[in-house]
């Protein structure tokens, strides 16, 4: 039987994301090869993308409004003076 959609579906994939991104950044700082780091992070977040239920379209859709708001949110500091005094 499909689950049936809901905010916490969404907000699972969401989090795929996220996890991720902090998968990754451990990994490379234990000095995980970047190649096993990448392959890892995907295994990682296909099976988090699979426990949420929702169909390959719904989970694209998704990740494509993820991907719309940062890359929104990239233009905006790159033309605001945020952490312009700032090193990294």
Do not use: T
């Amino acid at each position: 039987m499909p689950k049936v959609e809901s905010d916490k579906n969404v907000r699972y994939v969401e989090g795929a994301v996220l996890s991720m991104l902090r998968l990754r950044r451990y990994l490379l700082s234990r000095g995980v090869d970047p190649d096993e780091v990448e392959s890892r992070i995907r295994k990682q977040a296909l099976g988090m993308l699979e426990a949420s239920g929702l169909p390959k379209e719904k989970i694209v859709k998704v990740l494509k409004e993820l991907k719309h708001v940062v890359d929104s949110l990239i233009e905006i500091v790159e033309a605001s003076g945020i952490g312009s005094e700032r090193e990294e």
